[in-house]
């Protein structure tokens, strides 16, 4: 009797398990890729903390402050710290557009003045410290809104 060629064939057997180690080259590359992203953003959050810490400062301090012009002054130390000298010494027309503009806030020139006067301005202390809160700690366009 003949026998049979598929006799001699023997059972599939499955390959080995693909070990996960070492990793392959892309593996690597994928893991550089997240650490490097994670690396960049712990980065920029830090930076960010830091950068936002005299605004944080300038909020605490305005609820101990109840005085309008004490109020004034820590908004016009805010822009001096992050805009510069420049921006903190204008007139008092381009102060308000400045204010106006960082603290999201509607100040009129009689209001402005109202902080000079002897009577005091006690009734802006509710929009002072709302326009500290608001404040905006990093603008590009406030050249733009001041055509300087």
């Not at 892309?26 to 830090?46: K, P």
């Not at 709302?130 to 700690?137: S, T, V």
Request: charged share 20%; hydrophobic share 45%.
């Amino acid at each position: 009797m003949q026998s049979s060629p598929l006799d001699a064939l023997h059972d599939v057997l499955p390959p080995e398990q693909v070990s996960w180690w070492p990793l392959s080259p892309i593996a690597w590359l994928i893991v550089v890729a997240v650490l490097l992203l994670l690396g960049l953003t712990a980065w920029w959050l830090i930076r960010r903390y830091r950068f936002t810490a005299a605004k944080r400062e300038a909020i605490k301090a305005s609820t101990q402050l109840d005085n309008a012009l004490a109020l004034h002054t820590l908004l016009k130390r805010l822009t001096k710290h992050y805009y510069g000298i420049h921006y903190a010494s204008q007139s008092q027309a381009q102060w308000q557009k400045i204010l106006n503009h960082l603290a999201k806030a509607d100040f009129s020139h009689n209001e402005l003045q109202q902080l000079y006067s002897p009577s005091g301005a006690e009734c802006l202390n509710a929009k002072l410290k709302l326009a500290i809160k608001h404040f905006k700690p990093h603008d590009k366009r406030l050249k733009e809104v001041l055509d300087v």
